[in-house]
């Protein structure tokens, strides 16, 4: 009864620790906020859903990769993937993602790392790197973080031992949110300036509901890595719409790597959820990640927010039952429904762009030139760009239905253009 | 019961003032604002969808029209009430008011704190908890709670 | 005044006529009900939104045609549609549509009715027919509806005074709501027999929700006339969703035209407001056409329904405030997000198949034979078939924007499927 709950809850956290802002360690801030610590270290479980979740893939450890259990591949799943990414390292290796405690060995481990190079720039979104870039910095932490950037991948992964922890998301006197990532912190910048907000600092002026969503949206975005020092960069500068970052790309004639098959420049999108989401009616709603990736729940006489970030499908009572007064089947049926009509569109657009593929390798063959491939090649890139920004969005179009399918007509039509401009043409 | 009393004789001079407001205060029983009953409220058939709404919804047992829209504490509470009760008394013969009614946001933020007033305990963690930190409004996720819609 | 509110609530309306089941009149059954037939009468305003609404257009009116005020053309305002019906009626006159009280008119004064031989099934949708088809049927309404189908155009519409009227929808003794429209009777026992519900009868088995949606559904549907009785036919033997209805299409080798430009045997889609509603989240939550088109309205102690049909964004705090806590502008521009979208979709896939049209014409005249020519002209009539689904419904992808954006992507694939078949062979 409401009484008694009223005197339990005098002081909810007992400060047993002075947490500081040198502390990485989650199991030392648990010990003030053990219910958070509890549900933050549940993102070891590895449920199923249609589309999300992840199936545990029992595989046996070697030397150079530990990992008794992976998540399930994408490109067994689907192998039209390589011919996508022909020439890229992620058609050598591709997987489902998993919790959160997985971050920093799925990475590590990836066969990623052994046919390509990597930089220290990639531990910004694997590993809880705030007080590593501190330390490097000597206080500073933008100098921390372009020194990280360009350090070889090993080196930079000497540096951190845990995966995202309290620290990255919180200060660690008022427990509030923070933006840590100055990846982040840049991009978000430089999109509130596409809109005529001048000087905009996150920390500073992103109301609470905001970085429910701008913690998430440090990692959950489309991300590329700038020049030779490797800086960690958003590309938001013309917005945060699949069309506005092609441009930019486009503008600093940008490429990811030249396709295998075709000799095309292209990009490689990877997982827009932020930029996704921010076209979609919840975030237009003011609904933000943590509403239903970390929703509230109810442990004695608290409320607490589960931290156990996952599918909101493995918890749809109290991920959406709140808003929305719908059984927990008819809600979840709505979101395959959406999941659906995005996922046919998105074979769809597979099999269109895999026929430009073969067309252009084709027209190589045949003798075509260079300048007589260059348009139907430029096309590839932008059906490619925009195929994999749905692809590569890790909600199979539920955080934009609308706008995914969208995008994924845009990408059929690009491909159209293509094969259209392949035949235009006979060799000389 | 002093001072409701007076409070209503202070509406009603206002309203006299005013002429038609005090008329209708006193004809279509305004001054059920000054009740706690609920059906009171449902006097002006402009209150019935609320009436209804709370009904089916899930305070029904446990709070009435006046734990969510009026503060705590005796003077602002019939403050409240006047204030209210000689307004929607005045839009009501008027007419004029948005359709559908929506809250203002002064009557917003009280029921707010009538939220946080009877869940002190089980939102501590959430609201107070982080010194300085905007607070979450409670409808935006809780929107039936007084209205089942 | 109060007194009167207090009043006015005890006794909503008084029976001033005895209605029956032979009074077509509307003004009669306004003697009863003052207030909707008030609010009927009112869909003679014309008010013009982004994508809705319609603009009074003045035209000296004369023998032929004595209508002063018109709506705006559609071909005008995107002449593609000229070559995309090319041969058929629809080329020589489609305009926005407008309010109820101008139904009858425009039916009878269309061009279309110069270019072409209408029979008698046209005014199902465009007249209070009900009385008509009874007496014709001697008191069986099925019979009435086969003699009117058949009839030409002339003749049947000097059986015919009124549009759509309160008959048409309402029982005259309880005033409930009532399907009065065969063709509705029977496409909707065979979308339901098609679910597996058999031997359904809407007047008995709907709910009055349902009845809601259902009164509009009468008319704001596809349909066609099949054979030569003309009976009127709404295409849901499979199912409401654009792909069954062009299979049943197919399976019936049913045509409206034959391209001229093209010879492709194409199809032309109208008004698929209710298939459309019925993909949408909006059906799926149980928001039926009256609800927003209709909404209740306070009329001093009295609520009733609105029988101003009209577009719900020049009523949006009635038709949509009731259930969204929005501001009516942030509503409104929710809707422009979601049409903009589509509209946007709508001219690529539109340009497309203009394109294709080009191809097919264009190998035509290279002298590719028929046979070369077929599977070209099978894209182009799927394609359009899509494409119009969506320029042919009337909320610019409201009623359901994933599923209009999905059928825009698709049409959009046909189309590229087209131009390659188009190139894939040489003429003998
Ligand atoms: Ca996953
Ligand atoms: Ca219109």
Redesign the interface.
């Known amino acids: 009864n409401i009484l008694e709950r009223k005197s339990e809850a005098k002081n909810p956290f007992y400060r047993v620790v002075e947490l500081n802002d040198t502390l990485t360690d989650p199991a030392l801030w648990g010990k003030n906020f053990p219910l958070q610590y509890d549900t933050y270290r549940r993102t070891v479980d590895q449920v199923r859903t249609r589309f999300g979740g992840s199936e545990a893939m029992p595989r046996t450890p070697s030397q150079a990769d530990p990992r008794s259990i992976v998540a399930q591949s994408r490109l067994e799943e689907d192998p039209r993937l390589r011919t996508m990414w022909a020439g890229y390292a992620f058609a050598t290796d591709f997987r489902e993602e998993r919790g959160h405690a997985y971050m920093l060995d799925d990475q590590t481990y990836t066969e990623r790392q052994i046919v390509a190079q990597q930089p220290g720039a990639c531990l910004n979104c694997h590993a809880s790197t705030y007080t590593a870039m501190k330390t490097l910095g000597g206080g500073d932490l933008v100098k921390g973080f372009e020194a990280i950037n360009r350090l070889p991948y090993a080196e930079a992964r000497a540096l951190v031992t845990h995966p995202v922890a309290c620290i990255d998301c919180h200060a660690p006197d008022t427990m509030q949110l923070r933006v840590t990532r100055p990846a982040f912190m840049e991009g978000i910048r430089a999109a509130k300036a596409a809109e005529g907000v001048k000087d905009y600092d996150v920390n500073r002026d992103a109301t609470r509901q905001e970085m429910r969503a701008y913690v998430c949206g440090q990692c959950h975005v489309e991300y590329h890595f700038q020049g030779a020092d490797k800086r960690l960069v958003y590309p938001w500068s013309k917005g945060l719409k699949v069309e506005q970052m092609l441009a930019s790309y486009d503008e600093a004639k940008f490429k990811d790597w030249t396709h295998a098959e075709t000799g095309a420049p292209v990009l490689k999108a990877q997982h827009p959820e932020f930029e996704m989401w921010s076209q979609g009616i919840h975030a237009r709603s003011g609904v933000a990640c943590a509403d239903c990736h970390m929703p509230y729940m109810r442990v004695g006489a608290l409320k607490i927010s589960d931290h156990h970030v996952r599918s909101p499908l493995l918890n749809v009572n109290l991920a959406c039952q709140t808003c929305h007064r719908w059984s927990e089947d008819e809600l979840k049926a709505r979101v395959l429904t959406i999941q659906e009509r995005t996922f046919g569109l998105r074979n769809l657009a597979m099999d269109a762009l895999i026929a430009l593929i073969g067309d252009i390798k084709g027209a190589a063959a045949d003798g075509h030139t260079e300048a007589q491939l260059a348009p139907a090649r430029d096309f590839q890139r932008k059906a490619q760009f925009y195929l994999d920004f749905v692809e590569a969005e890790n909600s199979m179009g539920f955080h934009a239905p609308q706008e995914a399918a969208r995008i994924l007509a845009e990408s059929i039509d690009f491909t159209r253009k293509g094969q259209v401009a392949v035949r235009e043409v006979r060799p000389p | 019961m002093k001072l409701p009393v007076a409070v209503l004789m202070l509406v009603v001079a206002a309203g006299l003032a005013l002429g038609v407001g005090a008329y ?1 205060f006193v ?2 029983r305004g001054a059920s604002y000054l009740t706690n009953d609920p059906a009171a409220c449902a006097n002006c ?2 209150m019935r969808e609320q009436y209804d709404g709370w009904i089916a919804g899930s305070h029904r047992a446990v709070a009435v029209c006046n734990d969510c829209h009026t503060p705590p504490g005796l003077v602002s509470k019939y403050a409240t009430k006047a204030l209210n009760g000689f307004w929607h008394s005045f839009a ?2 008027t007419g004029r008011f ?3 009614i ?1 809250i203002n946001a002064r009557n917003h933020a009280v029921t707010e704190a009538a939220c946080r007033h ?9 609201d107070a ?8 409004t409670c409808t ?5 709670v007084g209205h089942l ?1």
Chains 1, 3 share one sequence.
């Not at chain 2, 009877?118 to 959430?126: D, G, P, R």
């Not at chain 2, 908890?129 to 979450?136: D, I, K, P, V």
């Not at chain 2, 935006?140 to 039936?144: L, M, Q």
Request: charged share 10%; with cysteine; hydrophobic share 35%.
């Open positions: 209708t004809y279509a058939h402009v009501f013969t948005h359709e559908p929506q009877c869940h002190a305990a089980v939102v501590e963690s959430i908890g982080r010194h300085g930190a905007a607070r979450l935006g996720c809780h929107a039936s819609q």
